[in-house]
């Protein structure tokens, strides 16, 4: 087998995290570029066997970015953030294309192409560019993980009225279980955009709140509010779900939240 190492970008993310062991588990050698390279917030170089660490801004001026690809056959990029994400793939395509990379494998949202907000644009323009990259790809849609529905609960439980868009909805996912797909779609063929990956519920947003403030032996009361609009019209439509069709994660909220709130 070959061991050219696989390229994660965002390796150092919340999804990375979980990429990352699940390559070396593989054995697979990684090269993990994000922004601040390998280092941790005290400055220490996070040294780990079989990984390696490059600095490159993909919102910047590309510079590092040919010396990531250097001997690299495959690329997971989950690198992103609120905005950029149409640029920095963009950035990243481009340089793939040069470097002869044979598969790229591309983390995306469901609803994409559907619910009318930036991040959602920018992710749809980014699959757009891998699509048409002229590198083979895979492109996988997640519903949005657990950590990102606890960080939106948390912050919304503080307030003294918590507030409950009417109709809007979450199928919230693991991350390790995205991972886990993700690593298991870098490893075989390039397959073009597959079935989506979800959790195992769908929530009201209300229900997320109340599953959260229930964990912790609390009680808030909530407001109905309506999301007005036409991205309220697309989330009441569920544009931002996949209720057929999907693969399906098996960690529930219920779950995570029994597994963080304990740790
Ligand atoms: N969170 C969700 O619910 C969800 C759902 C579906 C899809 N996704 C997608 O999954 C991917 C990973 O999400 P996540 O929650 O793991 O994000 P995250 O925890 O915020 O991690 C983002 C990663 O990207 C790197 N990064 C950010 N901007 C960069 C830049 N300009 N150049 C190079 N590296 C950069 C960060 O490292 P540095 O800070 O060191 O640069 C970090 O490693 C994203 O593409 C996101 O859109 C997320």
Not at 18 to 37: E, I, M, T
Not at 153 to 160: D, G, I, Q, T
Not at 184 to 203: H, I
Not at 205 to 223: D, K, V
Request: glycine share 12%; proline share 6%.
């Amino acid at each position: 087998m070959t061991n050219t190492p696989v390229l994660v970008t965002g390796g150092t993310g919340t999804l990375g995290r979980h990429v990352v062991p699940l390559l070396r588990a593989a054995g697979r050698d990684v090269r993990v570029l994000s922004r601040h390279g390998g280092a941790a917030a005290d400055g220490a170089s996070e040294a780990a066997d079989g990984v390696t660490y490059v600095r490159c801004d993909l919102l910047g001026d590309g510079t590092g970015l040919a010396d990531a690809l250097e001997g690299v056959d495959t690329v997971l990029h989950l690198a992103g953030g609120p905005k950029g994400d149409d640029a920095a793939t963009r950035t990243l395509v481009a340089a793939a294309r040069r470097a002869g990379v044979r598969h790229l494998v591309y983390i995306s949202v469901i609803g994409a192409d559907r619910i009318p907000l930036g991040y959602f644009r920018a992710k749809h323009v980014a699959e757009e560019a891998v699509a048409d990259s002229g590198v083979p790809y895979t492109i996988l849609r997640a519903a949005q993980f657990h950590d990102l529905a606890l960080t939106v609960v948390e912050k919304m439980a503080k307030l003294p009225l918590v507030p409950a868009p009417g109709g809007v909805r979450w199928q919230p996912v693991d991350a390790r279980e995205v991972a886990a797909r993700l690593v298991e779609l870098a490893l075989n063929e390039p397959a073009g955009l597959v079935p989506d990956l979800a959790g195992p519920e769908v929530y009201a947003m209300g229900e997320l709140t109340r599953g959260y403030l229930r964990a912790l032996g609390r009680t808030r009361p909530h407001l109905p509010v309506r999301v007005p609009g036409k991205v309220g019209r697309a989330y009441r439509s569920g544009a931002n779900l996949t209720l057929a069709g999907a693969e399906q994660g098996h960690r529930t909220w219920e779950d995570f939240l029994a597994e963080r709130l304990a740790s």
